[in-house]
Nanobody
């Protein structure tokens, strides 16, 4: 089991910045990859940015140039620096881990609200 705790969400005006954090605990040896997803009201959950098992980064076109994903050296804490936020970035942001056995683990989510 991997437990994930996200933090850093909040209310911000358009053009502002937020930094999300996700800390993993438990069976961290089983972590294969980590990523950020988001889900806006009435929409499907979508990938925002993530690390592959090989260390490459995938970033959604909608946030390229504005959001940056990073992680600590131990690869147990994931960050998402969000700049130039737009109202359409409003969503619940989730951290997800894919384990080496193919299981997905999700955090509880953190709300990001961008006002216009």
């Amino acid at each position: 089991q991997v437990q994930l705790v996200e933090s850093g969400g909040g209310l911000v005006q358009a053009g502002g910045s937020l930094r999300l954090s996700c800390t993993a605990s438990g069976s961290i040896f089983s972590i294969n990859s980590m990523a950020w997803y988001r889900q806006a009201p009435g929409k499907q959950r979508e990938l925002v940015a993530g690390f592959t098992s090989g260390g490459s980064i995938n970033t959604a076109d909608s946030v390229k140039g504005r959001f940056t994903i990073s992680r600590d050296n131990a690869k147990t804490t994931l960050y998402l620096q969000m700049n130039s936020l737009k109202p359409e970035d409003t969503a619940v942001y989730y951290c997800k881990v894919l384990s080496i056995w193919g299981y997905d683990y999700w955090g509880q989510g953190t709300q990001v609200t961008v006002s216009s």
